[in-house]
């Protein structure tokens, strides 16, 4: 048996056979007939010197070389296509394949993107709401914006501003609850999602930080913070809003932020992509577009005292 690899169109032929369990099913998807499918599997046996297949009267079956071939092909081959389709993607300059997380979608992404469709009427965005981990090498994506503390080993990252959260409501709910003391007897909204990424940007952080020693165990809890958010707006209660989720319906006059205390997390968005693609031109545009958005509300927060979530852990 020659250890020299044999020909790609055997294995290939053998791959499909594989998957299928069926020559003719296998032939139908290589478009070769399934004689000429059974010869290049007959070439790749005697090549190895031993059979891949039992032949039955109205189906296959692999043997036990058969089955020790069959993972390594289909991951070779898939390997093959990964690396031909991220190939394929370099030569394309007009579409641009991007995730983000369906909250930042929602409240800050897909209000804006007609001003960078309006400067980039060329770029073709196809936008992922969506928090699955991806494979920038493996999977048909082109960047990402993530929150998180991640130090993206191997990526491209570009971190924008440092997040914090602060007490929103409705103005309504405002003439109510305008202290933070006040806030003792609010209906409040908790987004459980921040114990996961933003440790220590809580209800209690946030009380320690005006000067409060008060820890409340009962609300209304949302897995999701654009929901959280939703239900402040809705009147629900006073919610913890993060900075960029919020800028919105602030503006908008829908929620108000009225006591200037937040406390910052050491998690943030971040941009992130292949070192090897950050200057392809539909991703430079959108992440210079991504960081020109963000300053022009940086000053929303100019009079907030921002205090670092660690310096309140002891307090």
Known sequence: MSDRLPPLTALRAFDAAARHMSFAKAAEELHVTPAA???????????????????????????????????GAAEGFATLQTAWAATRRLQDTKTLTLTAGPALTAKWLAPRLFEFA???????????????????????????????????????????????????????????????????????????????????????????????????????????????????????GVALGRRPLIIKDVREGRLIAPFKVAVQTKARFRFICLPESKDRPQIAAFRDWFFAEIEKTAHMWDDFEIIPEKELRYS
């Open 118 to 236: 309006r400067l980039h009427p060329d770029i073709e965005l196809r936008l992922s709401a969506s928090l699955k981990v991806v494979d920038l090498r493996r999977d048909d994506v082109d960047a990402a914006i993530r929150f998180g503390t991640s130090d993206d080993t191997d990526l491209a990252s570009y971190a924008a501003r440092p997040d914090w959260v602060t007490p929103i409501m409705t103005p309504e709910l405002y003439e109510r609850f305008q202290t933070p003391d006040s806030l003792r007897e609010a209906p409040l909204i908790f987004d459980d999602s921040l114990f996961n990424v933003a440790p220590g940007c809580d209800w209690p952080s946030w009380f320690r930080a005006v000067g409060m020693s008060f820890a409340p165990t009962t609300g209304t809890h949302f897995s999701q913070p654009d929901h959280a958010i939703d239900a402040a707006c809705a009147g629900l």
């Open 37 to 71: 499918l059974s010869f290049q599997i007959k070439s790749l046996e005697e090549h190895l010197g031993q059979p891949l297949f039992r032949r039955l009267n109205r189906a296959v079956e692999l043997t036990e070389t058969g089955r020790t071939l069959a993972p």
